[in-house]
């Protein structure tokens, strides 16, 4: 009776999340953005050329349109790619729209990686779970932001939090070597996304690097080492593969799109970012947490990020996690 009840309550749930997926499916139908690399790139992802020749190709790829702007994130030209061809399919059947159908998919993999982290290693209950998802969908940047523009940057979200999620589970399993191998390539894959992953890889490793400081765990160590072999296998991609790649499909190597070396151009970016998106992040917090004033979303934010430093694993814990989900 209480399975019965609990699959009552999950399909439940996900009926109501359909619903608001279809909701925010039509408050934005008719809306687009404008966007000065739209019409540069969407031409060429509609383009006849091979889908090798389109993705490596940062003159048509990237705007404006340079031979130097080689960026190292084709995996993201690919979800462009296919967002950019689902919108053509549809306006071909006679719904013309710019929801992008890589956001929706990137939403969906959020919430069940959201869920099964609430219900099998918090063992939160099935109605705590659904008003806490509730939150995160609620925010305006996950409601009201499917529209097509550089789409890969939601799958980085998927990646990071697939990475911290994996990375809790090393610590109950360490040697688990599927779960080392997942977690490098989860990393790796992030920061092919986008450079925002490269930021995430260097933020993960100033957090691991403080874990082990105060609480001396080993995990720690054997996790930057992963987080800085995938950042050595990225970089050996920007610089070598990457152009050479470019070379076979369009015959020329393109120029760098950030010059610096690389200790300049990891630093410069990031506090240019902080300088201008601290109050951003601020407002996605205090309308996660109910529209808070900006000063309570700060304290919440440091809380969130301070305390998993201070306070040392539970390896008990995580290892009866652990148990739940390889039983689940």
Same mark, same amino acid.
Request: charged share 15%; hydrophobic share 50%; glycine share 4%.
């Given at each position: 009776?209480?399975?019965?009840?609990?699959?009552?309550?999950?399909?439940?749930?996900?009926?109501?999340?359909?619903?608001?997926?279809?909701?925010?499916?039509?408050?934005?139908?008719?809306?687009?953005?404008?966007?000065?690399?739209?019409?540069?790139?969407?031409?060429?992802?509609?383009?006849?050329?091979?889908?090798?020749?389109?993705?490596?190709?940062?003159?048509?790829?990237?705007?404006?349109?340079?031979?130097?702007?080689?960026?190292?994130?084709?995996?993201?030209?690919?979800?462009?790619?296919?967002?950019?061809?689902?919108?053509?399919?549809?306006?071909?059947?006679?719904?013309?729209?710019?929801?992008?159908?890589?956001?929706?998919?990137?939403?969906?993999?959020?919430?069940?990686?959201?869920?099964?982290?609430?219900?099998?290693?918090?063992?939160?209950?099935?109605?705590?779970?659904? &008003?806490? !998802?509730? =939150? #995160?969908? @609620?925010?305006?940047?996950? $409601?009201?932001?499917? *529209?097509?523009?550089?789409?890969?940057?939601?799958?980085?979200?998927?990646?990071?939090?697939?990475?911290?999620?994996?990375?809790?589970?090393?610590?109950?399993?360490?040697?688990?070597?599927?779960?080392?191998?997942?977690?490098?390539?989860?990393? &790796?894959? !992030?920061? =092919? #996304?986008? @450079?925002?992953?490269?930021? $995430?890889?260097?933020? *993960?490793?100033?957090?691991?690097?403080?874990?082990?400081?105060?609480?001396?765990?080993?995990?720690?160590?054997?996790?930057?080492?992963?987080?800085?072999?995938?950042?050595?296998?990225?970089?050996?991609?920007?610089?070598?593969?990457?152009?050479? &790649?470019?070379?076979?499909?369009?015959?020329?190597?393109?120029?760098?799109?950030?010059?610096?070396?690389?200790?300049?151009?990891?630093?410069?970016?990031?506090?240019?970012?902080?300088?201008?998106?601290?109050?951003?992040?601020?407002?996605?917090?205090?309308?996660?947490?109910?529209?808070?004033?900006?000063?309570?979303?700060?304290?919440?934010?440091?809380?969130?990020?301070?305390?998993?430093?201070?306070?040392?694993?539970?390896?008990?814990?995580?290892?009866?996690?652990?148990?739940?989900?390889?039983?689940?």
């Amino acid at each position: 009776m209480v399975h019965l009840r609990n699959r009552l309550s999950i399909a439940g749930c996900s009926l109501f999340f359909i619903f608001l997926a279809g909701v925010s499916i039509h408050l934005q139908w008719n809306d687009s953005m404008d966007h000065y690399e739209h019409p540069v790139t969407i031409s060429h992802f509609l383009s006849s050329n091979s889908l090798f020749k389109i993705i490596f190709d940062p003159e048509h790829t990237e705007a404006p349109s340079s031979r130097n702007n080689f960026q190292a994130r084709e995996l993201s030209y690919v979800t462009d790619y296919l967002d950019v061809r689902f919108m053509a399919l549809c306006s071909k059947w006679g719904f013309s729209h710019s929801l992008s159908i890589m956001k929706y998919f990137s939403l969906v993999c959020l919430v069940l990686l959201l869920w099964h982290f609430m219900r099998r290693a918090l063992n939160f209950d099935i109605q705590t779970s659904f &008003l806490l !998802t509730c =939150l #995160f969908l @609620f925010t305006p940047c996950v $409601f009201l932001f499917s *529209l097509f523009h550089h789409t890969s940057k939601s799958l980085v979200a998927v990646g990071m939090a697939a990475t911290l999620y994996t990375c809790a589970y090393i610590s109950s399993k360490p040697k688990n070597t599927l779960r080392w191998l997942l977690f490098f390539s989860l990393v &790796l894959i !992030t920061e =092919l #996304f986008d @450079f925002q992953g490269v930021l $995430f890889a260097g933020f *993960l490793i100033l957090g691991l690097a403080i874990q082990r400081l105060l609480h001396k765990n080993k995990q720690s160590f054997f996790l930057i080492g992963a987080v800085l072999c995938a950042c050595l296998v990225y970089f050996l991609y920007k610089s070598y593969l990457g152009p050479w &790649l470019v070379f076979k499909a369009q015959g020329y190597y393109p120029g760098q799109y950030l010059r610096p070396s690389f200790p300049v151009e990891f630093f410069h970016k990031p506090i240019r970012g902080l300088y201008y998106c601290v109050p951003l992040v601020l407002d996605y917090v205090r309308y996660y947490a109910g529209n808070v004033s900006r000063l309570t979303a700060l304290g919440i934010l440091v809380i969130v990020l301070v305390t998993p430093l201070w306070v040392p694993p539970n390896k008990q814990y995580l290892s009866r996690s652990a148990e739940r989900l390889t039983l689940s």
